[in-house]
Nanobody, 125 residues
Framework: VQLQASGGGLVQSGGSLRLSCAAS????????IGWFRQAPGKEREGVSF????????YYADSVKGRFTMSRDNAKNTVYLQMNSLKPEDTAVYYC???????????????????WGKGTQVTVSS
């Protein structure tokens, strides 16, 4: 079970990027997915997530209103549309599968696994 995030790049402040999360050898629609990011010298933090009960999506306060998570099950891909990007959004972005389900919602990286290679997002001011 392996995930691969892609679509990162260098963008100016206020710009947009769309990240993709693709799976190898299994169907993503069987799993709850989360997006995370990690900036240099900082801990990994949650960005966007799905509720385990109904798959509805919720966001970290830092990206609410700017980022949109979506799925295309036909393409076996999960997306993260990032608009109005800020320099503080600069980080390596990862997608991951939820593996521990103590609550309907979780923003904790400890509840996720199958971390693939991330994709670098750099926002210049």
């Amino acid at each position: 079970v392996q995930l691969q995030a892609s679509g990162g790049g260098l963008v100016q402040s206020g710009g947009s990027l769309r990240l993709s999360c693709a799976a190898s050898g299994f169907r993503l629609d069987y799993y709850v997915i989360g997006w995370f990011r990690q900036a240099p010298g900082k801990e990994r933090e949650g960005v966007s997530f799905e509720r385990s009960s109904d798959g509805s999506i919720y966001y970290a306060d830092s990206v609410k209103g700017r980022f949109t998570m979506s799925r295309d099950n036909a393409k076996n891909t999960v997306y993260l549309q990032m608009n109005s990007l800020k320099p503080e959004d600069t980080a390596v972005y990862y997608c991951a599968i939820r593996i521990y389900y103590s609550d309907d919602e979780s923003q904790s990286p400890a509840d996720y696994g199958s971390w693939g290679k991330g994709t670098q997002v750099t926002v210049s001011s």
